[in-house]
């Protein structure tokens, strides 16, 4: 017996013959909007509660063990038209971050069109920052 025929056997009310189409057409678009109603409070939850990650940042006190070393290793990958724009900004990100929490930042940086790139990401080369056109 499918999901569906289990969920129709349990409302009785359905099963019911309607009195009239008008009875019919507005008990299913009571139901309809009461199950959407139903969906987006779920959804509004979910999406609201703390969830655990496995992101290793998000530890108390909001830094990586390799962070609390004093080293930081970071991964980008972008597209090939923002590397001049990247070692133009990484250079005073690095010098910047190490006078504000004296931690040394290195990167680890890989440029290719945005489509291989993207592709790269999808089939699991780990990122901390993508920059994708």
Not at 21 to 44: D, E, H
Request: hydrophobic share 40%.
């Amino acid at each position: 017996m499918s999901p569906w025929q289990r969920l129709t056997q349990h409302l009785h009310w359905l099963q019911q013959p309607p009195a009239s189409t008008n009875q019919s057409f507005t008990a299913l678009k009571r139901f309809v909007s009461l199950f959407l109603v139903g969906i987006t409070l779920s959804l509004a939850v979910a999406s609201c509660g703390q969830g655990t990650t496995n992101n290793p940042a998000a530890t108390p006190g909001g830094a990586s063990p390799a962070a609390n070393k004093g080293n930081i290793e970071l991964t980008l990958v972008s597209f090939a038209v923002t590397k001049a724009a990247h070692e133009a900004i990484i250079p005073k990100f690095v010098e910047q971050w190490q006078k504000e929490k004296g931690q040394t930042v290195s990167f680890n940086q890989s440029y290719g069109g945005s489509g291989s790139q993207t592709r790269a990401v999808i089939d699991g080369l780990e990122a901390d920052i993508v920059h994708l056109a």
